[in-house]
């Protein structure tokens, strides 16, 4: 199996406003999402498909006995779809939302690095400009000269067909 | 010894509730002279008492206390059972019912209900019984009684032969063994602080009784040199003065007796002269509740508290009455002469035998657990047989073990379905009460009859038929059971017969609810389903479809509407709600002789058995209960309705075919017909063909809910892991019929097919 488990919270055992990030890569852009989220990190196994779902809800695995929708990072975003390959990687969430907490996958291109971020590191959003909507957006943080975008995981997996009640 | 008591509060709700329960169901069948009855609603409502007080449920207790010294009356003979008292007892248990909801749920009570009950039961405390005859007319409570104490003293004998006055003792105070109060000499061994006492908790509780003076002798202290602080060296010499009896303080005492020199001596009247005259006044039946009643309570009350606290130190048994179930099953088991002369109890047996509480998330963790096995069995099965070009005598071997793995699965697997199994007494036990109230409301005359009381079924499923089962068994009240004067005219006996009955057939539970009332007119409901629009005038029904009618939505039959029922959302939300379940409720009738409903509900909601169907290159699941059968296409028997709508004609039947690969994989093309099969689906009366590609195997399937982190998909029931461990999708066919519906609409045609055929 090519899934390594996440390590959990404390890892740093760093105090205050610095949170931790994993950061993935996504059509030459890196994006970080708070590394207490992340649940494992597994190689794309085939999904059964939803009927009748957007095209970037790619179905639903076994994930241990428990039912897991799979999400396109890409696709979600309007990116062209990459062919899935061995290096493809699913990104296992944990997301809050009103029923409680659901947990999911994300298809992104390859997983980058864990950075820690103070508060300093990270600002917020532009309005305009971006291919993501900024609703989905918690900030950006930059590293030596990159940019990493950082995402709001409840506000982007609780909306659209993926909320809960379904509503658009 | 700090115990938190919060974790025991949900027990004693749940317990309180079972309590309630169980005062409610003997009541409203409670003869006078039926002491078991009658001493089993005592113990309830004591029982109840007893943990609010504990639990600092004030309002409860001293509420629950009026109630039970009514309870005292009657079981002591004073106070005969009327129609009355029982009404009064029975709105009481609402009240407390309510009282505990409300201190579960911080919500409000209704004060002035409250109140006015309360009120009720002080005048009726106040007003002796019509019978005041000290001593009671009925051995059996006597005689339970005295088993009663022959059993405590046998049990615990601090307490022998102390309190004879119990019985006797209900109009005179002064006969009673009880003194003005107590002087207590406690020498406590120098050891006994190592054993865990506290002389200063057993004062305290001792105070709890009345009022205590405590004074310390000295005498044996040591000199400070040889003073050990873990020896206890005082003694004391206390009094009480309290109306409590000599066992009380005796068993305050009773887990140092072996460690202490205990005297206990009754005052004399003149040796409380400086306490307050008052108190003894006070001492006057009936406004106070003092007496046999409080006496036994108080006692029984410090014993439960005791037993509570003391937690797993002490052996139950040896404390007389400290959980009532306990004391019940202690005295079947210790064989002490209860057997075979009092009624039995057939509702309070079947829920004592052997129970425990587990939480329901551990019993799905461990269902979960099972169908993870379930999986990985089918899973090394098909290994099993993809092997079979291997290894000759290896490969048997291998197939032994998985038949007998797969034998062990389905058995672990029945086995921890069983547990969340429960009869459905459950459900019915409400009904006495739901009859008695409304059968006096509408002045009818009802004799209902249960049967098949023990007959298991989930308690998910159970939980969600109370609501359908309560709108039938009012329904037939209200409209089915007609008056007194109309069934005697009717030549029918004077009260009417309803009976729930609940038995197993196949994989379902069978609910049956039968009256004998007037069952349902054809005519009466084809004209009111012309006058609602249901049914075009003149319309030709047979009888059976115009029963059907009562479950169209917007009908009531009811000539005008009652709070009872008739408020025309009933019938039809009742089959929705059925359905939800993965059942079917069906009527029969005949005019005049009465009316049946069938409710017919699958036993569990966890697992199911389903076709295995293949469309669209994926797997899907077809619930083989809405499957009616499946079949190869005959291209002469398929029909095209306005070139829009296929249709199949099976039998004398023309049936929508439905192409679900265009259904569940949007933008596909459907295939040819020719080569498809066929599976005839029924729901909601209505039969859908679905076309799909290949039938493969039939099996059971653990039901995993997409909404656990995803959620509900139209057209879907939910999903399972098949034996690969790739998840398929369990098709949901009422779900399929509506998705269908809303296709015709939106596309204006149905593509394809047509040619294809």
Request: aromatic share 4%; net charge negative.
């Amino acid at each position: 199996m090519n899934e390594l488990q996440a390590t959990g919270g404390d890892v740093l055992g760093i105090g205050g406003e610095t949170d931790q990030y994993l950061t993935f890569m996504l059509a030459d852009e890196e994006y970080g999402v708070d590394i207490l989220r992340v649940q494992e990190i597994r190689g794309w196994t085939r999904a059964t498909p939803i009927p009748n779902a957007p095209s970037y809800l790619k179905g639903v695995i076994n994930l241990r006995g428990a039912i897991v929708p799979i999400i396109d990072l890409r696709e979600r975003f309007g990116l062209p779809p990459l062919e899935y390959g061995p290096t493809t990687v699913v990104v296992v969430l944990k997301v809050l939302g009103a029923s409680g907490s659901r947990t999911m996958g994300l298809v992104v291109d390859a997983v980058s690095d864990v950075y820690s971020f103070g508060p300093d590191a990270r600002q917020s959003p532009p309005e305009l400009g971006a291919v993501v909507d900024a609703r989905f957006l918690q900030g950006l943080a930059t590293v030596g000269d990159k940019m990493v975008i950082l995402l709001d995981v409840d506000r982007l997996l609780n909306t659209g067909a993926l909320a809960v009640a379904g509503l658009e | 010894m700090a115990i938190d008591v919060g974790q025991f509060i949900n027990t004693f709700l749940e317990e309180s509730f079972e309590g309630l329960e169980l005062i409610e169901s003997q009541l409203l069948d409670l003869r006078d002279d039926d002491a078991e009855a009658v001493n089993a609603i005592f113990r309830a409502a004591h029982s109840i008492k007893g943990g609010a007080g504990t639990f600092g449920f004030q309002a409860v207790g001293d509420f629950t206390h009026g109630v039970e010294t009514l309870l005292d009356q009657v079981r002591t003979g004073v106070r005969p059972v009327t129609d009355e008292l029982k009404a009064l007892l029975l709105e009481a248990g609402d009240c407390i019912r309510d009282m505990l909801v409300a201190a579960r749920d911080g919500a409000q009570t209704d004060a002035a209900r409250i109140a006015r009950v309360q009120e009720r039961i002080d005048a009726s405390l106040r007003a002796p019984g019509k019978r005041p005859i000290p001593f009671p007319p009925s051995e059996g409570a006597r005689e339970l009684e005295a088993d009663r104490r022959s059993l405590e003293e046998g049990a615990s004998n601090v307490q022998s032969g102390s309190d004879e006055g119990v019985v006797a003792d209900t109009t005179d105070p002064g006969l009673g063994l009880r003194g003005p109060g107590w002087r207590i000499r406690f020498v406590p061994d120098p050891d006994v602080m190592r054993t865990g006492n506290d002389p200063l908790r057993l004062f305290a509780v001792l105070a709890d009784f009345g009022d205590l003076q405590v004074r310390c002798e000295l005498e044996g202290l040591p000199p400070l040199a040889e003073l050990d602080p873990e020896e206890c060296r005082m003694s004391w010499l206390l009094t009480l003065v309290s109306d409590v009896n000599k066992t009380d303080v005796e068993e305050v005492f009773e887990w140092v007796l072996d460690e202490c020199t205990l005297e206990v001596e009754a005052l004399d009247t003149a040796q409380v002269g400086d306490i307050d005259p008052v108190a003894n006044d006070e001492i006057t039946p009936p406004s106070l509740p003092v007496g046999p009643a409080s006496m036994a309570s108080d006692h029984e009350a410090v014993a439960s508290e005791r037993a509570r606290s003391v937690g797993g130190t002490a052996c139950l048994e040896t404390v007389p009455d400290a959980a009532e179930g306990t004391s019940l099953e202690a005295r079947g088991v210790g064989g002490v002469a209860v057997a075979g002369r009092s009624t039995p109890l057939p509702e309070r047996r079947s829920t004592d035998t052997g129970s425990i509480r587990v939480g329901i998330d551990k019993i799905d963790g461990l269902i979960n657990l099972v169908g993870e096995l379930v999986i990985t069995q089918s899973m090394l099965g098909q290994i099993g047989d993809e092997m079979v070009s291997g290894e000759q005598a290896c490969l048997e071997r291998l197939l032994e073990g998985l038949a007998q793995l797969e034998r062990n699965t389905r058995e672990l697997q029945e086995s921890v379905m069983n547990i969340r199994m429960l009869p459905i007494s459950f459900v019915f036990n409400r009904f006495p009460r739901l009859v008695h109230d409304l059968s006096a409301r509408l002045g009818k005359r009802i004799e209902l009859r249960l049967s098949g009381e023990q007959t298991e079924l989930d308690k998910t499923v159970m939980e969600k038929i109370g609501d359908p089962l309560v709108h039938l068994v009012r329904n037939a009240i209200d409209h089915g059971i007609e008056l007194p004067q109309k069934r005697i005219a009717a030549g029918k006996p004077e009260s009417g017969q309803l009976h729930l009955h609940a038995y197993h057939k196949g994989g379902n539970i069978v609910i049956e609810i039968r009256d004998d009332g007037a069952g349902l007119d054809p005519r009466r409901l084809i004209a009111k389903a012309v006058e609602r629009g249901i049914v075009a005038p003149g319309q030709e029904l047979t009888d059976e479809q115009a029963h059907e009618l009562i479950f169209a939505a917007g009908f009531s039959t009811a000539e005008q509407v009652s709070d009872v029922s008739g408020r025309g959302v009933g019938m039809d939300v009742v089959r929705k709600n059925i359905k939800a379940l993965g059942g079917s409720v069906e009527v029969r009738s005949r005019p005049g002789r009465g009316c049946t409903f069938v409710i017919r509900l699958p036993l569990t909601l966890a697992i199911m058995d389903g076709q295995l169907v293949r469309v669209g290159g994926e797997i899907y699941i077809v619930p083989l209960v809405s499957i009616v059968e499946s079949l190869q296409v005959r291209p002469e028997a398929v029909h095209s309705l306005a070139e829009r709508q296929l249709v199949y004609r099976l039998r004398d039947e023309y049936i929508p075919i439905v192409f679900l690969v265009e259904l569940l994989a949007d933008g596909r093309p459907p295939g040819s017909l020719a080569s498809a099969l066929l599976v005839v689906v029924e729901a909601d009366g209505q039969k859908l063909a679905l076309v799909v590609e290949d039938l493969l195997g039939q099996q059971q399937v653990v039901i995993k809910a997409l909404e656990t982190n995803f959620r509900r998909i139209e057209g879907l029931s939910g999903a399972t892991i098949l034996g690969d461990g790739t998840v398929a999708l369990i098709l949901d066919v009422s779900g399929l019929i509506g998705l269908c519906g809303g296709r015709r609409e939106a596309a204006g045609e149905v593509a394809a097919g047509v040619d294809a055929a």
